[in-house]
């Protein structure tokens, strides 16, 4: 059995977003882990969908090094990352495209979504906002030691594998 290159982006995407349920993560990082993708990162989640909330609550909602916007990483300028911001709506409604609501457009699970959904065709400033912004959530020692540390790690690494190319090749046997 093999998961597709987009099939890894919709899993990150719900890795990386509040959990909607324990059932829907361990899918994922199962996915993940037996796609070479995550190694040991199953237990290191808590086991039910509450505990999986405070703890995203308690990671991603006061600390702006784990915030989950990619703009917000990558431009140090307002004014930039509201164009970023602007442009990445416009994008998406030009592909019929809905994003999370009550989020920003730069959300980024709402990114991987569209990724996944758009292919990688067009996407190649995403794939690099995406990231370089993992790359800075995966080194906020906030995450040091937690399951998120390393799905934001393997999302830095799986998304510059991408960029260097490799990316129409990726599919990963269970």
């Known amino acids: 059995m ?3 290159r987009n099939e890894i982006f919709e899993s990150f995407a719900v890795l990386t977003d509040y959990p ?9 990082i199962v996915k993940l882990e037996r796609a070479g993708l995550l190694e040991n ?7 039910d969908t509450d505990g999986l909330r405070e703890d995203y609550t308690r990671l991603f909602d006061f600390s702006k090094d784990t ?5 917000f990483h990558i431009f140090s300028d307002e004014r930039q990352r509201a164009s970023f911001m602007s442009e990445l709506s416009g994008r998406y409604r ?3 495209f ?13 990114v991987l979504s569209f990724i996944s959904v758009k292919g990688l065709n067009g996407c190649a400033d995403l794939l690099k906002a995406v990231s370089e912004a993992s790359g800075h959530i995966a080194a906020s020692p906030l995450l040091e030691g ?6 934001y790690g393997s999302l830095k690494k799986f998304t510059e594998t991408c960029i260097q190319g490799g990316a129409n090749e990726l599919e990963y046997g269970f």
Do not use: N, Q
């Not at 909607?20 to 994922?28: D, G, L, V, Y």
């Not at 915030?67 to 703009?71: I, Q, S, T």
């Not at 937690?146 to 799905?151: A, P």
């Open 146 to 151: 937690e399951g998120y540390g390393l799905v």
């Open 98 to 110: 809905v994003h999370k609501t009550g989020e920003l457009p730069d959300y980024i699970p709402s």
């Open 20 to 28: 909607r349920s324990a059932e829907e993560m361990r899918t994922c």
């Open 41 to 47: 990162c199953l237990e290191m989640f808590s086991a």
């Open 67 to 71: 915030a989950p916007y990619a703009a």
């Open 2 to 4: 093999k998961i597709s």
């Open 94 to 96: 030009s592909e019929k």
